[in-house]
């Protein structure tokens, strides 16, 4: 007895009870329904003058009706995070949000040919019917595992996936990946080989003959994801640089969590360097190193870093972590390339000062004036309708206001004693940056000649926000559809294992965005790319700040001391690029986001640019091969596709990109898209 409620308790139990009960009545029953003579003599007359078919009809046109009756007066719940995305990409994540509903819908079935034929056909299903989609993603993300990681990510080898994704998007390489294994270098404590994967556009003789190499990580979560998940990618740029591609399949957590794959990671780069790229099939002259450019994507992007300053620290995969007395140190790669990169570790839900200080530094005002403004602006578009607190205004941070912008600079008023309030006279707001940091704790003043606010006056549209409240992108994308605090904080715990306890503000190996600035003074060029909506992009933005900085302060010590300072330094390049609209994992997304494909063509150009080759040979060879849509103009696109360049050198052709400085801070574009809902703005459906 016990045990029968208990099955009634569960739904499925209760759903199949129903379906039973009234297939039975129908077989054995009256035809006619129960015996209620109203119900009986209705149906005995509706019988006479409808026909099987109009019945059938009639109900699931009921039915339809009835599960969209709040759409058709306007009383539906809007989607909260289609007005974050541009459109383009937000078709995208419909089309991944039905086929991992799908996939997770048939990962439980047991024979492989057929769960891979039943997650096609489910995702068919999810993709005519987004709401279930997104319903069935949004529960298995509340108790995600790993088992549900790998299944949503590695589902692009799949064979009906990877058939359909060839029909879309087909590359035009002429040899195959082919699988390497790496020895270990000598210094390692390790002695089982390491997997990668090489991808190059020639023969055996030709890869002989290169000098230059480019080593990628690829990212998967730190718990998922090989080499070969991340084709596109891959292939395009082996193809476009003419450059051998090493990507290591380093092992995944949990089975080998931190620090396991980052010294698979660094053991790879030695025994390139040490063995004069001879594992990987080059024979360079005697004395000649190989030209290394290293990549990495999201994960891949955190071993990218690491492995990085593991070299500039001069570590080792020793179990004291210090590089042994007989060992020579390694040089440093010629170059990195960073990809929306997973940089800090440590999930804080909002920046602190010294963040702050590196995003709103005078050299890069006009860089980071969108992060500013976004982190700034949320709680006045939060609080519309209440009062204002005596101090939610012209608040100034010991390093500067973080805001400076009032009524008076709204309305073209002198403030801070410059036109149309800004201290360079730009026409777009006031942005204070002063950098004095002389004294270490918060002091709450007035920016200068703003305007008296009263405590108790209401906000007006009008209002410009001045507020220290600086989320992180972690918490201002909380809902984001590709990845989510759930996702992540999976992702973090069984990298980092249970039996460690890092010290997430001083492990620089697990969290690179806190390196000592000893290191990243002497940082490698490199280049960031990161959709501006990423939960992930304020890694992007606070480390390129960091590493701006600590060269910066040697060039000043330098010039101090009287020492030579070569303008112009290659070495010191450090650019950041962001895609306006768009948030994590966009490079995997080539069959269904045309931007994908070119970022991967402009992310061929910096690596080109790193091994000495002319950037804009990867996009005349593209246009030469007449891929349909690969590399059309930039002003041809839609203005929400168009994306935001974040660097002191912009390169490309000319009105290919936007400058970030003459739009609107990606602060406010930021805290505008999340505070949108809350005033009922600019809300789309899911469907």
């Known amino acids: 007895m016990a045990r029968s409620e208990s099955l009634l308790r569960q739904p499925r139990f209760k759903i199949l009870a129903v379906i039973c009960f009234w297939f039975i009545y129908l077989l054995r029953g009256n035809p006619h329904g129960p015996p209620l003579p ?6 005995r007359l509706f019988s006479k003058r409808l026909t099987i078919f109009q019945t059938v009809t009639l109900t699931l046109l009921y039915l ?3 599960r969209n009756f709040s759409r058709l007066l306007h009383l539906e719940t809007p989607e909260p995070v289609a007005n974050l995305y541009t459109r383009s990409y937000y078709r995208a994540t419909w089309v991944l949000t039905a086929l991992d509903a799908g996939f997770w819908t048939a990962m439980r079935i047991r024979r492989k040919p057929i769960r891979d034929l039943c997650s096609i056909i489910f995702s068919g299903y999810y993709l005519l019917s987004p709401v279930r989609a997104a319903e069935k993603v949004r529960r298995v993300r509340a108790n995600i595992t790993i088992d549900h990681l790998r299944v949503s990510w590695e589902k692009s080898t799949t064979p009906y996936l990877k058939f359909f994704t060839n029909l879309l998007h087909p590359a035009p390489n002429r040899f195959p990946p ?9 210094d390692s404590v390790y002695q089982d080989p390491i997997d990668a994967v090489l991808y190059y556009e020639g023969t055996r003789e030709q890869l002989a003959a290169c000098t230059k190499i480019v080593l990628d990580f690829p990212g998967g979560g730190y718990v998922a994801m090989s080499p070969r998940h991340h084709d596109d990618k891959l292939l395009a740029w082996a193809r476009l640089t003419q450059t051998p591609v090493v990507a290591v399949n380093y092992r995944k957590a949990p089975e080998y969590p931190y620090p396991y794959a980052l010294h698979e990671c660094y053991d790879v780069y030695h025994s390139i360097i040490s063995s004069k790229g001879r594992v990987v ?6 004395g000649v190193r190989p030209k290394i450019c290293i990549t990495g994507d999201s994960a891949g992007g955190n071993f990218a870093a690491g492995v990085t300053l593991m070299v500039l620290n001069h570590s080792t ?3 004291t972590g210090h590089l042994p007395k007989h060992a020579k140190p390694l040089p440093s790669p010629d ?3 960073l990809v929306y990169p997973s940089l800090d570790l440590n999930m804080k839900l ?4 010294e963040d702050l200080e590196l995003i709103r530094k005078r050299d890069t005002i ?7 403004r976004k982190k700034s602006e949320y709680y006045e578009k939060t609080a519309v309708g209440h009062s204002r607190p005596p101090s939610s205004h012209g608040l100034k941070t010991a390093g500067g206001d973080l805001l400076a912008m009032s009524n008076g600079a709204a309305n073209g008023s002198n403030t801070n004693g410059h036109p149309n309030g800004h201290p360079n006279g730009h026409p777009n707001g006031s942005l204070s940056t002063s950098t004095s940091t002389s004294q270490p704790h918060l002091t709450l003043t007035r920016a200068p000649g703003q305007v008296n606010t009263s405590p108790h006056r209401p906000l007006s549209p009008t209002d410009e926000p001045t507020t220290l409240l600086a989320m992180t992108s972690r918490l201002s994308y909380l809902h984001d559809l590709i990845l989510t605090p759930e996702m992540m904080r999976c992702m973090i715990i069984l990298y980092i294992g249970p039996s460690l306890r890092p010290d997430f503000q001083t492990d620089f190996f697990l969290s690179p965005i806190v390196a000592p600035d000893s290191l990243l003074s002497r940082f490698p060029p490199v280049f960031f790319l990161t959709g501006e909506r990423d939960p992930l992009v304020d890694d992007t933005i606070v480390m390129a700040g960091r590493i701006r900085a600590a060269k910066e302060g040697v060039r000043r010590e330098r010039r101090r001391l009287g020492l030579e300072i070569r303008e112009g330094n290659h070495g010191d390049r450090v650019e950041v690029r962001l895609i306006q609209g768009v948030s994590h994992g966009f490079m995997q997304m080539g069959s269904v986001f045309r931007q994908a494909r070119k970022e991967i063509a402009r992310s061929a150009g910096w690596i080109n640019g790193i091994l000495g080759q002319a950037e804009e040979r990867c996009y005349e060879e593209e246009e030469e091969q007449g891929i349909e849509g690969f590399l059309k103009e930039y002003e041809s696109e839609e203005e929400e596709d168009r994306p935001l360049e974040m660097a002191r050198k912009v390169r490309g052709r000319k009105g290919s990109v936007r400058s970030l400085g003459s739009e609107e801070d990606l602060m406010g574009r930021r805290m505008k898209g999340l505070t949108k809902g809350l005033k009922g703005e600019g809300l789309v459906d899911l469907e």
Not at 178 to 186: A, N, S
Not at 350 to 353: A, G, I, L, R
Request: net charge positive.
């Open 38 to 43: 109203l119900l009986r003599r209705a149906s």
């Open 64 to 66: 339809y009706t009835a």
């Open 178 to 186: 082919r699988p390497l294994h790496i020895p270990r270098p000598k």
């Open 281 to 286: 099939g080059l024979q360079l002259p005697h």
């Open 317 to 319: 995969t020793g179990p």
């Open 335 to 337: 170059g990195v390339v």
């Open 350 to 353: 909002w920046m602190s000062d």
């Open 366 to 372: 006009n860089t980071n004036r969108e992060v500013v």
